[in-house]
């Protein structure tokens, strides 16, 4: 059973991959062809898209890797206690489940303070 999740991340993974690189080149090819025919106000190349969050990247990084950081101290602690269990099933994905739930909290620490800061 193992095999086959792994395939389908794979495979996922892929797709996500072509997927993007599609994306992104063909945005890059409307764009040139927009601003080929003399239309660059309309091809939003000039204006910033994410906003305040250029202004604190470091911030932001900051955050994200402190959080990591943070659910990777407790999944180390709960596993030196005995309670978290990477090889048995049920247990198996708790560590990830924990990982991605600190790491979205540095996201969104990020987000009410860059929030916060532009007004």
């Known amino acids: 059973m193992s095999d086959t999740i792994g395939a389908a ?68 602690i709960l596993s030196r206690a005995g309670r978290l269990n990477w090889d048995q099933g049920a247990d198996a994905f708790l560590p990830v489940g924990i990982e991605l739930v600190f790491i979205s909290a540095g996201f969104l620490l990020f987000f009410f303070i860059a929030t916060t800061k532009k007004n």
Do not use: C
């Open 9 to 76: 991340i794979i495979v996922a993974i892929v797709f996500f991959g072509l997927y993007s690189l599609l994306k992104t080149l063909t945005d890059y090819l409307l764009r040139r062809k927009i601003v080929r025919n003399g239309h660059v106000e309309k091809a939003g190349i000039l204006e910033d898209v994410e906003g305040e969050t250029r202004r604190y990247p470091t911030l932001k990084w900051g955050l994200v890797t402190l959080f990591a950081g943070a659910g990777m101290i407790l999944i180390q």
